[in-house]
């Protein structure tokens, strides 16, 4: 059946600083709380609206959720849109670099977006928990493949290499990146959460360099070993 978001016409006909008043309000809840436990009545408060017009513009909880998650995919494709295209002419490896400062520049401008995906992965109680994991993986290895096939058809990448099985190893190693820096990004922003302090640049600048190790078939060089 697929996602299905249930969003109205009189909603996306309502003014711009009132369909972002009501976002705003539904990102912050479902970001707070596990899907079960948010409280659609905390919702309309913060928007300054009724709990009548609230279901109108969406008709069930599950429909504003699957909304606000269309809407969170959205943002993070324009964000690789943008990287991918404005890094065209520069190699795999610079491109990569700036893929996952993006990552970083994302749950830093969106920490409520970042939060609620990784509530989807990690609790079990979102509605279309399996459909929203295998279509934000799909997108993400699909983009990482593109970069590796260019840099393969480049000669930047080794020919030998299985860009699929690569593009997910890679994938990997970006997601688990960028949720460790999310885990410390909320600890310093009173979630509770403690994380070690990362220095993000240097912690690229180590995975780029392992990373350009199995995938090109070059030795470190001696700058890079001290």
């Known amino acids: 059946m697929g996602i299905q978001t249930t969003v109205t016409k009189m909603f996306l006909k309502l003014d711009e600083a009132k369909r972002e008043r ?14 079960n436990n948010a409280s659609m009545n905390v ?9 009548g017009a609230l279901f109108k513009y ?20 324009d964000y690789l849109k943008k990287v991918r295209d404005e890094s065209e002419a520069e190699d795999f490896f610079t491109r990569l670099e700036k893929v996952m400062l993006a990552g970083l520049d994302f749950i830093h401008a969106h ?4 939060a609620i995906y990784y509530r989807i992965v990690f609790t ?3 509605p279309y928990k399996r459909e929203i994991v295998a279509e934000v993986q799909g997108e993400s290895l699909e983009f990482i ?6 840099g393969i058809d480049r000669g930047e990448l080794s020919p ?19 949720h460790a820096h999310h885990a410390q990004f909320q600890g310093q922003h009173g979630s509770g959460i403690r994380a070690p302090q990362m220095d993000p640049h240097r912690e690229i600048k180590d ?12 030795k470190p060089s001696a700058e890079q070993v001290k």
Do not use: C, H
């Not at 920490?111 to 970042?114: D, F, I, N, V, W």
């Open 58 to 77: 969406f008709k069930s909880k599950a429909g504003l959720f699957a909304f606000v998650y269309r809407m969170a995919l959205g943002r993070v494709k």
């Open 160 to 178: 030998d290499l299985n860009s699929k099985i690569s593009a997910f190893m890679v994938e990997a190693v970006v997601d688990r990146f960028v």
């Open 145 to 150: 493949e593109s970069l590796i096939q260019k």
């Open 207 to 218: 995975i780029i360099d392992i990373l350009k190790q199995g995938m090109t078939g070059s």
């Open 111 to 114: 920490p409520g977006l970042a």
């Open 43 to 51: 919702v309309v408060k913060a928007a300054g609206i009724s709990k």
């Open 22 to 35: 009501v976002l705003s309000a539904a990102i912050n809840e479902f970001a707070d709380k596990n899907y």
């Open 124 to 126: 079990g109680d979102s």
